[in-house]
């Protein structure tokens, strides 16, 4: 069965192919290739977001607050009418990320958006999280505003199944024909194709890894897929959303931009987590 609860914390960088390239061979000595890539070089992720006529969620992630949550329609490839899919509830609450997820066919999921009803259970369902995304549902009015697709290939710490990275290549999103099953076509997000990483813990993570970040020259962003489609499309239209970020070439993303305000004693605390596992 699919992991359908996930706790952890998410580290993102941006990488050119030249540091993608390096730092992927250096990675080897320590992890390996999930099962899928070990068959097949990646594997194509499409995802549906949901959010209000007013776009409440990821305005308010954009803001920067402690605790931020958001709804997505996930397939594995395009699937066909009848397939399964996930439907998710991601949440960040100081840092921690929560991702809790219920697998669904891609019909039930999309009249649960719609509807607001759960539909009549089943054994591939998770009863806890159908009724979590219920209770959501009561709290906004959800439609869907942006499909999101990319390659992804994914590697596990040789030692412990705590410590996963993710890169990311070919992300591109859509504002129109949102259903999951009409193709994984859209405009690149990234323009000049870096490659996103992404360092998934559940505890801190390894000395040996804080020392190949620091060898590169990696270092954190607050990159979102959704956040940063959002401001590409409030730049390219009349939407009434302020920022004064400056940016990366190619993007619409500043990965110099601290995540928020944060004391010298909070930041210190931070950098001891992440070097000392």
Same mark, same amino acid.
């Given at each position: ?14 990488l050119?192919?030249e ?6 061979n %250096? ?10 890539n ?10 549906l977001?949901? %959010? ?11 803001s920067?607050?402690?605790y931020k949550?958001?709804?997505r ?5 395009v699937?066909?009418q009848n ?14 990320v929560?991702?809790?997820?219920t697998?669904?066919k ?6 649960f958006v ?15 999280v159908?009724e979590?995304?219920?209770?959501f549902l ?14 992804r290939?994914a590697l ?5 199944? %705590?410590?996963?990275?993710?890169f990311?290549?070919?992300i ?11 193709g %994984?076509?859209?405009?690149p ?14 505890r ?6 804080s ?5 590169h ?10 956040g ?12 009434n ?7 990366v ?10 995540a ?13 987590r992440?070097?000392?596992?």
């Open positions: 069965m699919a992991i359908e609860v996930f706790n952890r914390y998410e580290s993102k960088y941006l050119t192919d540091q993608y390239a390096y730092f992927y %250096d990675l080897l000595k320590y992890m390996e290739l999930d099962a899928y070990k068959k097949h070089e990646y594997y194509s992720i499409s995802n977001y949901f %959010d209000t006529p007013q776009d409440s969620l990821i305005r308010a992630s954009l920067k607050p402690k949550e958001k709804l329609l996930r397939a594995y490839g699937p066909e397939a399964k899919v996930y439907l998710e509830i991601k949440k960040k609450v100081f840092g921690l929560n991702k809790r997820r697998a669904l891609l019909d039930e999921a999309y009249e719609h509807s607001g009803q759960a539909p009549e259970l089943a054994d591939y369902m998770n009863k806890q159908v979590e995304i219920e209770y009561r709290l906004y009015e959800l439609e869907p505003k942006v499909y999101l697709a990319y390659e290939k596990f710490d040789k030692t412990s199944r %705590d410590l996963r990275i993710t990311d290549t070919n591109r999103s859509r504002r129109y024909d949102l259903k999951l099953e009409q %994984d076509y859209g405009e997000l990234v323009k000049d194709g870096r490659w996103l990483m992404e360092v998934k813990a559940e801190t993570v390894p000395i040996w890894l020392q190949l970040l620091c060898k020259g990696l270092y954190r962003t607050g990159f979102s897929k959704y940063n489609e959002f401001r590409h499309l409030v730049r390219t239209t009349n939407l959303y302020q920022t004064e970020r400056p940016l070439p190619g993007t619409d993303f500043n990965p110099a931009e601290p928020a305000a944060a004391s010298p004693e909070k930041s210190m605390r931070e950098r001891e992440v070097l000392y596992a």
